[in-house]
């Protein structure tokens, strides 16, 4: 099974410094195995249009950037188990936005 780590920053948490530090790094080393889904990263090195992607009519949603449908392909296709998604945009998470994932990404885990 793939689990998902949703990390969910607050604005100005630091959120956008621990982005920042992944991008220009590469990632997290290589022993912890996740993978930051680098081909999904959007606007300043946050997954944010995968965020905006789950709020309907979001305006600041742009379909021509990866969103979570490219991140649930991307994840189906690794040899990695483990992936992570990071935007401050997912704070206001509810219900209806958990399930919205669980049916984008299937049969991921969760933590």
């Known amino acids: 099974?793939?689990?998902?780590?949703?990390?969910?920053g607050l604005h100005k948490t630091g959120t956008t410094s621990i982005q920042n530090f992944l991008f220009r790094h590469g990632g997290?080393?290589?022993?912890?195995?996740?993978d930051i889904l680098k081909t999904c990263l959007g606007p300043r090195h946050g997954h944010h249009n995968v965020a905006w992607r789950i709020?309907?009519?979001h305006p600041r949603f742009n379909s021509q950037l990866p969103c979570l449908e490219d991140a649930a392909a991307h994840i189906e296709k690794s040899r990695n188990h483990r992936f992570l998604i990071s935007s401050e945009e997912l704070y206001p998470l509810d219900d209806h936005g958990i399930?919205?994932?669980r049916e984008r990404l299937g049969g991921t885990g969760w933590l």
Request: without cysteine.
């Open 99 to 101: 399930q919205y994932i």
């Open 1 to 8: 099974m793939k689990t998902v780590y949703l990390h969910i």
């Open 55 to 57: 709020y309907s009519n």
């Open 28 to 34: 997290l080393p290589a022993k912890t195995g996740i």
